[in-house]
């Protein structure tokens, strides 16, 4: 009974802070929206909105003592590479400082209660569950921010050559490269527009075009946009006409996405022999082989 109400109690720990995590963009959304709504307002020294919340007096000083543990203990590790790697993932929400320690606090989780399985079995297999466990706290949240960012980056791939043919289009029309991408937010939807509308605020607020669109390219981990980026930069610099520029760019994304989608044509048949063979062919032999050893099996036993 004891073991059951560790782990369970290790279990709702570990689905909390994962809880945390996903919603932590919505709740940093809700709280700029009260912020906003609050803004020149008086508050009374001592009032109930001055309170620290149970968050910003213990999780918060926690995550980030944890947090600074897991970093001492992997050293080739630090926030900005963390910071990245979430902003390539689309989780710009997500602290880095919040990441890591969710990060320890589900590898701590697993190796307790793998801890807790050892101690009742006392075997070289509950041993290897703990390791196991506590391996697995600490990789599964990484595992899942890489998968999400190459997701993202498929999605960012997948969409550029049309992004590119309408901000073409746009520039030969006459529009600016600013009003370009504005037009471009209006009319497609995706990560990449949702890249391109971030950097298109960082312009309007002041920011240099080509450090917003260095920090774009940045963001997004795609050889085909940083090329684009690259190009757009040179043909500020060199004064050369950017409608031509993009329509060179867009042509390019075109074939190297046309390329990809072959090469992925040519794989597949290899990809599809391990489960033609691991699944198809026993049935078959069963069935065309079958009857055959039945028969000899009835000879034989004359």
């Given amino acids: 009974m004891l073991l059951l109400i560790v782990a369970s109690a290790c279990l709702a720990g570990a689905v909390f802070v994962v809880g945390q995590l996903v919603t932590a963009p919505e709740r940093e959304r809700r709280s700029l929206v009260r912020r906003a709504a609050s803004y020149g307002t008086v508050r009374l020294p001592g009032s109930r909105e001055e309170r620290l919340s149970l968050k910003e007096r213990v999780v918060g000083p926690l995550a980030t003592r944890l947090a600074g543990f897991v970093l001492r203990m992997n050293r080739r590790e630090n926030l900005e590479q963390v910071q990245q790697r979430l902003l390539a993932a689309g989780l710009s929400g997500v602290a880095p400082r919040s990441f890591v320690a969710a990060k320890g606090a589900l590898a701590a989780g697993g190796g307790g209660l793998g801890l807790i399985l050892l101690l009742a079995t006392r075997s070289t297999t509950g041993f290897l569950l703990m390791v196991g466990l506590a391996a697995g706290g600490y990789i599964a949240p990484g595992y899942v921010v890489g998968m999400k960012a190459r997701r993202?980056?498929?999605?960012?791939?997948?969409?550029?050559?049309?992004?590119?043919?309408?901000?073409?289009?746009?520039?030969?029309?006459?529009?600016?490269?600013?009003?370009?991408?504005?037009?471009?937010?209006?009319?497609?939807?995706?990560?990449?527009?949702d890249e391109f509308g971030l950097a298109l605020s960082e312009m309007r607020v002041g920011e240099a075009r080509a450090d917003a669109l260095k920090k774009l390219s940045a963001r997004v981990d795609s050889p085909e946009l940083s090329a684009?980026?690259?190009?757009?930069?040179?043909?500020?610099?060199?004064?050369?006409?950017?409608?031509?520029?993009?329509?060179?760019?867009?042509?390019?994304?075109?074939?190297?996405?046309?390329?990809?989608?072959?090469?992925?044509?040519?794989?597949?048949?290899?990809?599809?022999?391990?489960?033609?063979?691991?699944?198809?062919?026993?049935?078959?032999?069963?069935v065309v082989l079958g009857p055959a050893l039945i028969s000899l099996t009835k000879l034989f036993s004359f």
């Fill in 152 to 193: 993202r980056r498929d999605l960012v791939q997948a969409a550029l050559p049309d992004a590119l043919d309408l901000l073409a289009v746009s520039v030969e029309a006459g529009l600016g490269f600013d009003a370009a991408i504005s037009k471009l937010t209006e009319n497609m939807e995706g990560p990449l527009i």
């Fill in 228 to 286: 684009f980026v690259r190009a757009i930069i040179q043909a500020d610099q060199l004064g050369i006409s950017l409608g031509r520029i993009l329509r060179v760019q867009a042509v390019d994304t075109r074939l190297k996405r046309q390329a990809a989608a072959e090469e992925k044509a040519m794989k597949a048949p290899i990809k599809m022999l391990f489960p033609t063979v691991m699944f198809i062919f026993p049935a078959m032999f069963i």
